[in-house]
Nanobody, 129 residues
Framework: QVQLVESGGGSVQAGGSLRLSCIVS????????MGWFRQAPGKEREGITI????????AYVDSVQGRFTVSQDKSKNTLYLQMNSLKPEDTSMYYC??????????????????????WGQGTQVTVSS
């Protein structure tokens, strides 16, 4: 079965960096749309980046543009989220998500959590000021 396992979260001071990993198993990862989401307590789950594994193309929301970078290592079936210049408002639980049914590109709908069938368990990121 499809499984996503995140790791790499932790506590850092503002301005610091973290790299999250998402290991994907259970299906051919090479062509699918992947998303990174975050959810703070009492808030909705927010899509912060969508990434098409076939081409390596990515899009970011304005709040993380220029600070966060998504990448992949296909040989390891792993997706990464490099987070630099972290701010206290980045504090959240971070999730990766997969839509294996989409094998050509990410679509506008992939900014929304309901478009994904599979989710990891999440990893907590806490940024102190």
């Amino acid at each position: 079965q499809v499984q996503l396992v995140e790791s790499g979260g932790g506590s850092v001071q503002a301005g610091g960096s973290l790299r999250l990993s998402c290991i994907v198993s259970g299906y051919s990862y090479s062509r699918s749309c992947m998303g990174w989401f975050r959810q703070a307590p009492g808030k909705e789950r927010e899509g912060i980046t969508i990434f098409y594994s076939g081409s390596g193309s990515a899009a970011y929301v304005d709040s993380v543009q220029g600070r966060f970078t998504v990448s992949q290592d296909k040989s390891k079936n792993t997706l990464y989220l490099q987070m630099n210049s972290l701010k206290p408002e980045d504090t959240s639980m971070y999730y990766c998500a997969s839509d294996p049914s989409e094998s050509w590109a990410c679509r506008g709908r992939h900014w929304y959590a309901r478009s994904y069938n599979f989710w990891g368990q999440g990893t907590q990121v806490t940024v102190s000021s």
